[in-house]
């Protein structure tokens, strides 16, 4: 009998190994429209224009007529931030937005980097090109797209790109010094939404990789989190021969071994490729995976299903928007901040050299073994010692130390 189980499972593992083994696939590059109407028939126009962050007097005093009519309701006591953003701190937020916060100085901290346009696939691409002050002698500087993800922005990036385009005068090595491009995913920020149904991350990936080419790279680097980071996923699919090196700071992997892993792990981890690291940050499973995507994930719902129903409450309401989004600075940077009153505030595999950076407070934590399961060219796997979704946000030096370390190892192979 034992023979035969033995024999049985050996089988087994050649027609696994036989179905999964590595096949390098791309996705179909294609081509889109995403603009309002029907695509005209003549060309596009691909100029590339300055772009200013604006705003006005009539804007400002509109936003304070909509924060002054805000209908405070308390919280239940002792809530914190448990059932989401906790009323009685936002009472505090929107004082200080109504009453302290510097708009002119706002912008023009915005307005610090240069910004641009262009027109790709009907849609007014927005981003920001940030070239290195100065480089070494003989050196040429590293493109590098930096994709944001939801609820964040172009923004993200405005503390770690210094410590990318102008590494010595923030006291890093100038071995690698890049030159920063960060686009505005379309519907955020300033960049144009699509007019169409089925906009998706592929068609990002694609109108980003058609942004590279227009700013005369053929060949680059790419990193993100959140959604950024299954755009620059489907990028190093769709054109892996563009893409010199990814590096990511989440990852979606849906596989049998994953799941398999995650029921048995904590008895067999070492046996199933995780470290003691892994196992820490992923069990008890119950709690720290499927408690907590369930405590953060009721916003996915109804933004993939019911979309213009929120939307038309949080365009409206300048307060509710605040605490829709601020909320998710505070439980995705560091899940213990619910206890706070405060808040603290696929399947395709990719075979292009890959980057990882583990933060602990990231929503879910994904192991080694799994991300080279979907990434097997993966050369640089780390934890990092702190920090949580929003890791250029939060933590920009430790997402520059690491983005550096993996251009450091791809160099040396």
Same mark, same amino acid.
């Given at each position: 009998?034992? +023979?035969?189980?033995? @024999?049985?499972?050996? +089988?087994?593992?050649? =027609?696994?190994?036989?179905?999964?083994?590595?096949?390098?696939?791309? &996705?179909?590059?294609?081509?889109?429209?995403?603009?309002?109407?029907?695509?005209?028939?003549?060309?596009?126009?691909?100029?590339?224009?300055?772009?200013?962050?604006?705003?006005?007097?009539?804007?400002?005093?509109?936003?304070?007529?909509?924060?002054?009519?805000?209908?405070?309701?308390?919280?239940?006591?002792?809530?914190?931030?448990?059932?989401?953003?906790?009323?009685?701190? +936002?009472?505090?937020?929107?004082?200080?937005?109504?009453?302290?916060?510097?708009?002119?100085?706002?912008? %023009?901290?915005?307005?610090?980097?240069?910004?641009? *346009?262009?027109?790709?696939?009907?849609?007014? =691409?927005?981003?920001?090109?940030?070239?290195?002050?100065?480089?070494?002698?003989?050196?040429?500087?590293?493109?590098? @797209?930096?994709?944001?993800?939801?609820?964040?922005?172009?923004?993200?990036?405005?503390?770690?790109?210094? /410590?990318?385009?102008?590494?010595?005068?923030?006291?890093?090595?100038?071995?690698?010094?890049?030159?920063?491009?960060?686009?505005?995913?379309?519907?955020?920020?300033?960049?144009?939404?699509?007019?169409?149904?089925?906009?998706?991350?592929?068609?990002?990936?694609?109108?980003?990789?058609? /942004?590279?080419?227009?700013?005369?790279?053929?060949?680059?680097? =790419?990193?993100?989190?959140?959604? !950024?980071?299954?755009?620059?996923?489907?990028?190093?699919?769709?054109?892996?021969?563009?893409?010199? !090196?990814?590096?990511?700071?989440?990852?979606?992997?849906?596989?049998?071994?994953?799941?398999?892993?995650?029921?048995? !792990?904590?008895?067999? #981890?070492?046996?199933?490729?995780?470290? %003691?690291?892994?196992?820490? +940050?992923?069990?008890?499973? *119950?709690?720290?995976?499927?408690?907590? @995507?369930?405590?953060?994930? !009721?916003?996915?719902?109804?933004?993939?299903?019911?979309?213009?129903?929120?939307?038309?409450?949080?365009?409206?309401?300048?307060?509710?928007?605040?605490?829709?989004?601020?909320?998710?600075?505070?439980?995705?940077?560091?899940?213990?901040?619910?206890?706070?009153?405060?808040?603290?505030?696929?399947?395709? *595999?990719?075979?292009?050299?890959?980057?990882?950076?583990?933060?602990?407070?990231?929503? /879910?934590?994904?192991?080694?073994?799994?991300?080279?399961?979907?990434?097997?060219?993966?050369?640089?796997?780390?934890?990092?010692?702190?920090? #949580?979704?929003?890791?250029?946000?939060?933590?920009?030096?430790?997402?520059?130390?690491?983005?550096?370390?993996? &251009?450091?190892?791809?160099?040396?192979?």
């Amino acid at each position: 009998m034992w +023979l035969e189980i033995l @024999l049985t499972s050996v +089988l087994g593992f050649a =027609i696994y190994w036989f179905i999964s083994r590595d096949k390098e696939e791309t &996705l179909p590059l294609e081509d889109g429209w995403w603009g309002p109407g029907t695509r005209s028939a003549a060309r596009e126009d691909d100029s590339i224009r300055p772009f200013k962050v604006e705003t006005s007097d009539e804007e400002i005093h509109d936003l304070h007529q909509r924060i002054d009519k805000f209908r405070f309701t308390p919280p239940l006591e002792d809530s914190c931030f448990h059932y989401g953003f906790n009323s009685n701190y +936002l009472k505090k937020v929107i004082s200080y937005w109504r009453n302290e916060f510097d708009w002119k100085k706002q912008v %023009e901290i915005l307005n610090r980097y240069p910004h641009f *346009k262009t027109k790709i696939e009907g849609l007014d =691409i927005h981003f920001i090109h940030v070239k290195p002050p100065q480089l070494p002698a003989g050196h040429t500087p590293k493109p590098l @797209l930096m994709v944001h993800g939801w609820p964040g922005s172009f923004y993200e990036f405005y503390k770690i790109i210094p /410590l990318l385009t102008d590494p010595k005068n923030h006291g890093l090595s100038d071995e690698h010094v890049f030159e920063v491009i960060c686009p505005s995913i379309p519907g955020y920020g300033f960049s144009e939404a699509s007019s169409k149904k089925g906009f998706n991350s592929v068609a990002t990936a694609r109108i980003f990789y058609k /942004l590279m080419l227009r700013l005369g790279f053929q060949e680059f680097y =790419i990193q993100g989190g959140d959604w !950024g980071s299954l755009i620059c996923t489907n990028m190093a699919q769709l054109v892996p021969s563009h893409v010199k !090196g990814l590096h990511l700071n989440m990852a979606l992997v849906l596989s049998n071994f994953s799941t398999l892993t995650l029921l048995l !792990g904590q008895r067999f #981890g070492r046996f199933l490729g995780l470290t %003691e690291r892994d196992v820490e +940050l992923l069990y008890p499973v *119950k709690e720290k995976v499927f408690y907590s @995507l369930m405590r953060e994930s !009721g916003y996915m719902h109804i933004q993939c299903t019911k979309p213009d129903t929120v939307g038309s409450a949080l365009n409206d309401s300048p307060v509710g928007l605040a605490a829709y989004i601020l909320e998710k600075f505070s439980t995705w940077t560091n899940t213990e901040f619910r206890y706070l009153e405060d808040g603290g505030l696929e399947r395709m *595999k990719v075979y292009v050299p890959t980057g990882f950076s583990a933060f602990p407070f990231e929503l /879910l934590h994904t192991p080694e073994k799994w991300v080279r399961f979907k990434y097997p060219k993966l050369i640089s796997y780390s934890y990092m010692v702190r920090g #949580g979704h929003f890791a250029a946000f939060e933590e920009p030096e430790l997402l520059a130390q690491d983005i550096r370390k993996f &251009l450091s190892v791809l160099e040396r192979q």
